[in-house]
């Protein structure tokens, strides 16, 4: 009971975490340099730009962000888990809120004459804020959601292509207002996106390929920690003909397993301490069509 409820403290206090630096990035590198983000963020900021520019109003960001939240929220309560939906709100209301109340003064605080350093830094920390949502079993909301459920209903990585989408906003910025800052915050998304995929694998997908004397230990070890299943294959050893080596030739037996990205080193590390001399194969996978094993969603 202490560890189910010291896991949710630690849950929550990641979520708010996230939420207060996401605030932070966009009153800070974001509104410093102009840019505009892609998804729901952005084109919240768009709106308000377009209100301000053409209207003279100010819309408060919370507001916009929060309606255009409501149906993502909808459908991934719906189809991917509750009480991942329920933190993920959590995130959303708190990164509006903050984003509104706090004061204008910490866009002073970065004062940059290069919008490349916002854009690139500005990537960075919004990427960081959102990973740690990720690794809370929350997301920040928008896009996410999407690319959230993408991923649960097709076993694929789907950020890259939400940046194709979040493109398609920056283009309608550029229109709008200028040209150099939609530029400029296309590769802010980009820093996002690939920032992203690198400190969050849990959708990415490795094939594993090992060669080992001890096979049955080794699908024990992989089905108790992962739950994914493994397929055994009797082949041959072939070496050069002036290498004769007994531990080389002969019969072999590979194993084949498809794991998270995240558990290759975990299970890696297992297989040396079972079978020192098994050769380890880890390739990437870029779709699988068939059952794979996911952790469900709360």
């Known amino acids: 009971m202490e560890k189910r409820m010291y896991a949710e403290i630690k849950r929550i206090f990641l979520v708010i975490i996230g939420a207060v630096l996401m605030a932070v990035c966009i009153k800070t590198f974001v509104h410093a340099g102009g840019l505009i983000p892609g998804g729901v963020t952005g084109v919240t900021l768009l709106f308000q730009e377009i209100c301000l520019h053409n209207f003279g109003v100010q819309i ?20 991917v888990g509750k009480k991942f939906t329920i933190y993920s709100c959590l995130m959303v209301v708190i990164c509006g809120a903050f984003t509104d109340l706090m004061p204008e003064m910490f866009i002073e605080l970065i004062q940059l004459h290069d919008i490349l350093l916002a854009s690139v830094f500005g990537g960075l920390l919004y990427a960081f804020s959102t990973s740690l949502c990720l690794y809370a079993g929350a997301t920040s909301g928008g896009t996410d959601f999407i690319a959230i459920y993408l991923s649960e209903r097709y076993r694929k990585d789907a950020w890259n292509y939400i940046l194709w989408g979040n493109c398609v906003v920056l283009i309608t910025a550029g229109a709008l207002f200028t040209l150099d800052k939609a530029l400029y915050s296309i590769i802010f998304q980009f820093v996002v996106t690939v920032a992203l995929g690198s400190w969050y694998k849990a959708y990415q997908q490795k094939t594993m390929l090992i060669i080992t004397s001890k096979p049955y230990e080794i699908y024990t070890l992989i089905s108790e920690t992962t739950h994914h299943g493994a397929t055994l294959l009797h082949g041959e050893g072939l070496t050069p003909a002036n290498d004769m080596t007994p531990a080389k030739r002969g019969d072999k037996i590979l194993l084949y397993s498809v794991v998270a990205s995240n558990e290759v080193k975990d299970i890696t590390n297992a297989i040396r301490a079972i079978d020192p001399g098994a050769f380890i194969n880890v390739i990437k996978t870029d779709q ?9 969603r709360d």
Not at 60 to 79: G, M, Q
């Open 60 to 79: 408060p960001f919370s507001l916009v962000f929060y309606i255009l939240n409501a149906l993502p929220a909808v459908v991934c309560f719906k189809y």
């Open 288 to 296: 699988i069509n068939g059952y794979f094993f996911k952790v469900p």
